[in-house]
Structures are given as C-alpha cells and as structure tokens.
C-alpha cells in the first residue's frame, strides 16, 4: 500500500521556466491537498480539492495552478517559476468524513534559480 | 477562522527526561486536533488525534495528548524521551461546523535531543 506518492522527489528550475509535481494516492480520499513548507513558516496551504474536477485555493494561492481531472491524483503545476517558489512541497489526502486526518506524501524539494 | 499556536519553536531534552510541546488553538466550537511528526527529510507522519470523548487521548511512539478546553490547549507529552523523538511537530484544528475546510497547522516545534 503505496499510501501518497509525489513525483519528482527534487528537482532543479531556473526562474521562469515551468514545471508540473504530481501527487498519486491509492486510498480512495475524497479530498486531496497541496503545502508548502519554508523555514519558521510551518505548513502553508496552497489548493486543495474536495473531489474531482473541483478545486480551491489555500492561504497561498498566488503563482501556482492544479487540476484534479482523476480522484486519486492532484496536479501542482508552476507556470512561470520564481525564486520565491523554492520550497518543500507535500500532499496530502483525507477521507471526506471526520475526523479528517491526513496522509501526507514524503514531498518535492524544489530549487528556482 | 480557526488558528494554532505552537508557543515554543525549538527544545531541547535529554534523553530520559519528559516532554511537553505546547499547542493552543482558537475556534469558536469544539475543534478536532491533530499531533505529527516529521523526521528530517520526510513527511509527516500522524502521532494521534481527538474527535471527542476522553479528553486524554494516546498515540503511537509513547505519546500522549491533553484536551483542555478551558484552556484551549492540545498540549503533547511523553514521560520519558528517546534520541530517536528529534523531529519537529506539528499540531493542527479542524473544524467540524464548515465541511470542507482544511485542517490548520501551527508552524511547529523542533525537539532536539541531547545524551
């Protein structure tokens, strides 16, 4: 049981380029999600999606797009990369009902430069 | 809107001694609450979890937790700590009235072990 799987695990852009990190889960979770983590800033939320084909923004929205097209996948894409982008990013996903934990993926340490 | 309070942002415990990490909450109901943790490098990883019913509620690794509504607090404790519990931990609310919204994190405390 694979639980969240996020690809790529690292990866290397330079600024302006643009990129697409996929978050799988074999749960069957109705609601998925995207963070990213930066130092002394915890978890900051970026999307989430309570179901396919809906999607919503988080506290951190700006510069980021996703797409929920199948349940068991959540697509973060970055259009045009900033420096301000690099980060850690995980996923995550719950079932619909409470309560409403998370299982989260091992995350994608990205570098813009 | 519900938020956390993680007060402390690194400790530092040796080995044997106890443990308590901090974690307050504001929200008008009862909130449900969340303990991970994450090792350098991974995830987070769920350390335990109150719904409702006992307010003292216990996890995996030896780890226990405290729902103190008076106090709006979710404070964790482990009576006596292991080199292998330097991680940082996160604690998180939800909310039960607003069906859709995603669980809140506290920016999280860094426990550093020493011998």
């Known amino acids: 049981n694979a639980g969240v799987t996020q690809t790529p695990k690292f990866r290397v852009l330079k600024t302006g380029q643009s990129m697409t990190l996929l978050c799988a889960q074999d749960?069957?979770?109705?609601?998925m999600y995207w963070y990213r983590q930066d130092p002394g800033m915890g978890l900051r939320l970026i999307h989430y999606?309570?179901?396919?084909?809906?999607?919503a923004k988080g506290e951190v929205p700006d510069g980021y797009n996703v797409s929920r097209l199948k349940k068991q996948n959540f697509l973060l894409g970055l259009e045009s990369a900033a420096p301000s982008q690099t980060s850690v990013y995980f996923c995550?996903?719950?079932?619909?009902?409470?309560?409403?934990?998370?299982?989260f993926g091992s995350g994608t340490r990205l570098t813009v430069v | 809107a519900q938020s956390v309070t993680q007060p402390d942002i690194h400790i530092t415990v040796s080995e044997g001694a106890s443990l308590e990490l901090r974690c307050n909450y504001s929200?008008?109901?009862?909130?449900?609450l969340f303990w991970y943790v994450q090792s350098p490098g991974q995830g987070l990883q769920l350390l335990l979890k109150?719904?409702?019913?006992?307010?003292l509620v216990q996890g995996i690794k030896g780890f226990e937790a405290e729902f103190k509504r008076s106090q709006s607090s979710f404070n964790l404790r482990k009576p006596s700590v292991h080199w292998s519990d330097a991680a940082e931990y996160f604690c998180?609310?939800?909310?039960?009235?607003?069906?859709?919204?995603?669980?809140?994190f506290g920016k999280g405390t860094r426990l550093s072990v020493i011998a």
């Open positions: 995550a996903s719950s079932r619909w009902d409470f309560p409403r934990g998370y299982t």
């Open positions: 749960m069957n979770h109705e609601y």
């Open positions: 999606s309570v179901g396919e084909g809906t999607t």
């Open positions: 929200y008008g109901a009862t909130p449900y």
């Open positions: 109150y719904f409702s019913g006992d307010t």
């Open positions: 998180a609310v939800g909310s039960r009235n607003s069906g859709n919204t995603p669980l809140v």
